[in-house]
């Protein structure tokens, strides 16, 4: 479903992302993992078409992101607080973000209902603007965006940022019912190793733009991940 080709990303000559070959088959759960600065966002901005590739470029379903809008009528992203619109309420957002994607007001209902116990009664009926809504409710607020309409892909930034323990639980529950009822493409990038070998089946770690681990989740790839990244640390 989604395949990088000699993909590289410099801002003012200095590399960011260098990724030969990247294949993504269709129904995976990929999760991308990497200290800070390693090139997370970069790579989902690249594969969203936010920014240029410096060289190369992203397919989905073998058209090119930059030269189709085919992809756009199938994925849900949430990458940070510029995909919500402030000056809306909750309500406003997801009539609106339903009509775009031709959800009915029904179905919008139906898929928020998913999201009761995450939103904790502190989204809705609020009176609030999206702007003055903590950090963590906006990011389960652009998170349920995201999965709206039946997305084929899902990209998402750092899902669990944020969240207190009982939403980032939560959370993880909601998404691994998307991926056991429908079959979608997941793309999550995260620094909770626990939650993204959890829902994940494959993972990547992302070094100075570079992918240094490329591997299926077992048994033992958290404490795979947490030697790596404690062996790094050690000065
Ligand atoms: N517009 C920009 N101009 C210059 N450098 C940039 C720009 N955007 C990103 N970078 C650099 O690209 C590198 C990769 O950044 P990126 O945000 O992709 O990392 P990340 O892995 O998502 O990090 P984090 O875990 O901190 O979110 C960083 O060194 C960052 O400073």
């Known amino acids: 479903m989604i395949k990088l080709n000699n993909l590289q990303k410099s801002y003012k000559k200095l590399s960011v992302l260098n990724i030969s070959e990247l294949t993504i088959p269709a129904g995976q759960s990929f999760g991308l ?14 594969l969203l078409d ?14 090119a992101v930059t030269d189709s809008e085919e992809w756009k009528n199938f ?4 990458i940070d607080e510029k995909f919500l619109i402030s000056y809306l309420t909750p ?20 898929h928020l209902k998913l999201f009761e116990p995450l939103f904790n009664d502190e989204i809705f009926g609020k009176k609030k603007y999206i702007r003055d809504l ?31 323990p009982t939403s980032q639980i939560r959370l993880k529950k909601i998404i691994q019912q998307f991926q056991a009822e429908k079959s979608v493409t997941f793309l999550i ?23 240094v ?23």
């Open 189 to 211: 990038s995260s620094h909770d190793l626990n939650h993204v070998t959890e829902i994940c089946e494959r993972i990547v770690i992302l070094d100075q733009g570079e992918i």
């Open 75 to 78: 994925t849900g992203s949430f």
């Open 91 to 110: 309500e406003e957002y997801f009539q609106f973000i339903g009509r775009i994607r031709g959800v009915s007001d029904g179905d919008v209902e139906s």
């Open 134 to 164: 903590s950090k963590g409710n906006k990011k389960k607020l652009g998170v349920a965006a995201a999965l709206l309409g039946d997305p084929k892909l899902v990209i998402l930034d750092e899902p669990f940022e944020n969240l207190d």
């Open 213 to 235: 681990k490329d591997i299926p989740v077992t048994n033992q790839t958290l404490q795979e991940l947490t030697d790596y990244f404690g062996e790094n640390a050690e000065v």
């Open 33 to 46: 993992v990497g200290n800070n600065g390693a090139g997370k966002t970069t790579l989902l901005r690249l």
């Open 50 to 63: 936010l920014i240029r590739a410096s060289e190369g470029y992203v397919e989905i379903d073998g058209q």
